[in-house]
């Protein structure tokens, strides 16, 4: 599950705790809390991790220098229960003039923790223009932090991991895109690892000009799921549209949903989180804005209901103050959906 975390700040970190996917990927989202973490360096969060009533783990990436772009090495941070940091480790690929971060950080069964990020740069919102990475970043760390394995795949000449999950065997599926910079030539990316970091196997996707997976779960029939956009060229009535596909244990499409005139209006959409629901369909969420508002100013967080074949049942939209996006969603006992994401915190509840 992908959820937006940290905003930038100088000599410090604000992070908004939305915890998520443990072992199996489940549909959970422990409560909101704010950590503040003093430091002479610049600290960017991605994910974090509740570990079970001992504190949470913190993964994003850190620069030397908070004024200086680009970024340095991937980092995690370890927090206790009454959010006092206990530490920190800073990685990078061995021998690779790189630069790395980590983008989810997952909880293994043996007490350490399996993260997943890029090396070459960081990587901005998916619809940024400019990506920089070259290959995806997979690394394992014990308890404390200390580095038990490190492992890098690269697909194509721009390789991105976006979201991943982790499955209760200790298998790890990663969702990105592999392909060039330019619409056309981009598809979407899965890859699925051993606990130990071997590639089992890799899958790519294509659909419209180009294609991009922004998150991945394990699904209760041991498949997975993903959601993504599609970017087309300029003269598209759109320039960004939903996807979303139903994959089986194998990474094999068993359906797919392209966006397009289905979702109603003609507007641009971004997928951003997906979660089966207990109906044994999926709702995602993310972000939606007009066509002609080219950079999004003022985008509204949306969801939308599928069925476990693939059929659209509902779309919903929350506009909020400026910009409005969703990054992660619940079921609640009641089958209603919660959707949380920017400006945080926003919590918008809407009924299935």
Request: charge should be negative; charged fraction near 20%; hydrophobic fraction near 40%.
């Amino acid at each position: 599950m992908r959820r937006y975390l940290g905003i930038w700040m100088t000599g410090a970190v604000a992070a908004v705790l939305l915890g998520g996917c443990e072992e199996t990927c489940e549909n959970t989202i422990s409560p909101i809390a704010e950590v503040y973490i003093a430091s002479d360096l610049g600290y960017v969060a991605r994910d974090i991790q509740p570990v079970e009533g001992d504190g949470h783990i913190i993964a994003g990436f850190l620069a030397v220098d908070s004024t200086r772009r680009p970024y340095e090495d991937a980092l995690l941070i370890r927090t206790g229960a009454d959010g006092a940091l206990q530490w920190t480790r800073s990685y990078a690929v061995p021998g690779a003039d790189a630069l790395e971060e980590a983008r989810s950080v997952h909880l293994a069964g043996d007490g350490g923790y399996v993260v997943v990020g890029n090396s070459g740069g960081p990587v901005w919102e998916p619809e940024g223009l400019f990506q920089l990475p070259i290959q995806i970043l997979a690394f394992k760390v014990d308890g404390l932090g200390e580095e038990l394995w490190m492992r890098t795949v690269r697909a194509a000449r721009l390789t991105i991991a976006y979201g991943s999950c982790m499955n209760a065997d200790g298998s790890f599926a990663i969702a990105g895109c592999s392909g060039e910079q330019i619409p056309g030539d981009r598809g979407a990316l899965l890859i699925k690892m051993n606990p130990y970091g071997r590639e089992l196997w890799r899958r790519t996707f294509l659909a419209g000009p180009a294609l991009s997976a922004t998150d991945v779960i394990s699904t209760t029939d041991g498949g997975y799921a993903i959601v993504g956009f599609v970017e087309y060229f300029s003269r598209h009535p759109r320039r960004w549209d939903l996807y979303v596909a139903k994959l089986d244990e194998e990474g094999n499409r068993e359906w797919d949903f392209l966006g397009g005139d289905r979702l109603g209006i003609a507007r641009n959409w971004f997928g951003e989180s997906i979660v089966q629901t207990n109906d044994g369909g999926y709702a995602v969420t993310g972000r939606t804005y007009d066509v002609n508002d080219r950079f999004g100013a003022t985008s509204n967080l949306f969801a939308a209901k599928f069925d476990s074949g693939g059929d659209l049942v509902w779309t919903s939209t929350a506009p909020g103050p400026l910009t409005t996006a969703g990054y992660a969603l619940i079921e609640d006992t009641d089958d209603s959906l919660v959707a949380r994401g920017m400006p945080t915190p926003l919590v918008l509840s809407m009924a299935v």
